[in-house]
């Protein structure tokens, strides 16, 4: 059964940091793209970050650029959001997203129950 269990989220000021973590099980994990995605209150899911199989390329939506920075360890089947600077606009639910491929060549996607981060004095 494939699981994408995302932890890390809470409440923080404005200025602070939070690692989010995503425990990824029931499926090869090294042969799938990494992302997060967030969903603020009353606004589509957007794109925040996303890493290759082998980390080999990194991108980051302009709006975290500097500030938050995605990584993964093969290893332990886990992807991470380090997130710095917390702004209020950071407020949402964090979702973690896997995608590759099957034995057939079908495109294969999962995504995570979500973890909420809140940012506010």
């Known amino acids: 059964q494939v699981q994408l269990v995302e932890s890390g989220g809470g409440l923080v000021k404005p200025g602070g940091s939070l690692r989010l973590s995503c425990a990824a099980s029931?499926?090869?994990?090294?042969?799938?793209?990494m992302s997060w995605y967030r969903q603020a209150p009353g606004k589509e899911r957007e794109l925040v970050a996303a890493?290759?199989?082998?980390?080999?390329?990194?991108n980051h939506v302009d709006s975290v650029k500097g500030r938050f920075t995605i990584s993964r360890d093969n290893a332990k089947n886990m992807l991470y959001l380090q997130m710095n600077s917390l702004k209020g606009d950071d407020t949402g639910m964090y979702y973690c997203?896997?995608?590759?491929?099957?034995?057939?060549?079908?495109?294969?996607?999962?995504w995570g129950k979500g973890t909420l981060v809140t940012v506010s004095s």
């Open positions: 997203n896997a995608y590759g491929l099957g034995s057939q060549m079908e495109a294969l996607e999962y």
């Open positions: 029931g499926f090869t994990f090294s042969n799938f793209a």
């Open positions: 890493i290759s199989k082998t980390a080999s390329t990194i």
